[in-house]
């Protein structure tokens, strides 16, 4: 059977990364052995302290979805492949399954004095995943992947994107250094507004 577009196999295997990815964000989430359960309070103070790690969770899974959305739509643009389009695929794969380190860190040390690398780390793997954007946009339109030059000016602002999007997280992740808490709520007021960018694309 013949495949409904070049990139068929491509797009499944990156939707197959990131149903892992969303999978993997969960397993953290779970009471410590060493916490005290024998009553109900103690349950119900172990879960209160799980607070930090869902609120991380939530937003990752977040990141990842709207990042699954927009590389839904970015193939809607494309109708060819090439070399250097599946590796930058790839690389943005690679953050993609990445984030669920920085997730952790983020869940266990938001609320102490140690949240710095935590943040840091987060936000640098935000720039990295913008570095790809800026991959996967500039080898379709250097390829001449597009399907017609509507779909290249959406795939230009997809590229441009990708360089305010690093700009902005390689800033917040330098400043994380000395300001974690502030960082780690402007990353969230960020990632809001790529949530409504993407709904009003779509």
Do not use: K
């Not at 990156?14 to 953290?28: E, R, S, W």
């Not at 607070?51 to 193939?75: C, D, E, K, M, Y």
């Not at 793997?125 to 017609?148: K, P, T």
């Not at 700009?167 to 300001?179: G, H, N």
């Amino acid at each position: 059977m013949a495949e409904a577009h070049h990139n068929a196999r491509l797009e499944a295997f990156c939707d197959a990364v990131f149903a892992i990815a969303l999978t993997l964000l969960i397993i953290d989430i779970r009471i410590p052995s060493s916490a005290p359960t024998e009553t109900t309070r103690e349950l119900w103070l172990a879960l209160g302290h799980l607070g930090p790690r869902i609120a991380a969770f939530i937003l990752s899974f977040a990141i990842i979805f709207i990042t699954w959305v927009n590389h839904h739509r970015f193939f809607r643009l494309v109708n060819r492949s090439s070399g250097p389009f599946v590796y930058a695929n790839g690389f943005l794969l690679l953050t993609v399954v990445f984030l669920p380190f920085p997730t952790s860190l983020v869940g266990e040390y938001l609320l102490t004095e140690h949240i710095a690398p935590a943040i840091v780390i987060y936000n640098s793997v935000a720039a990295l995943q913008a570095i790809s954007w800026i991959l996967v946009a500039g080898s379709a339109l250097r390829g001449g992947l597009v399907r017609d030059e509507r779909c290249a000016g959406l795939v230009r602002d997809a590229f441009r994107n990708g360089w305010f999007a690093l700009t902005v997280y390689s800033l917040l992740a330098l400043v994380a250094v000395w300001f974690p808490v502030t960082i780690a709520i402007l990353t969230t007021m960020l990632w809001a507004y790529w949530l409504t960018f993407s709904v009003r694309a779509e």
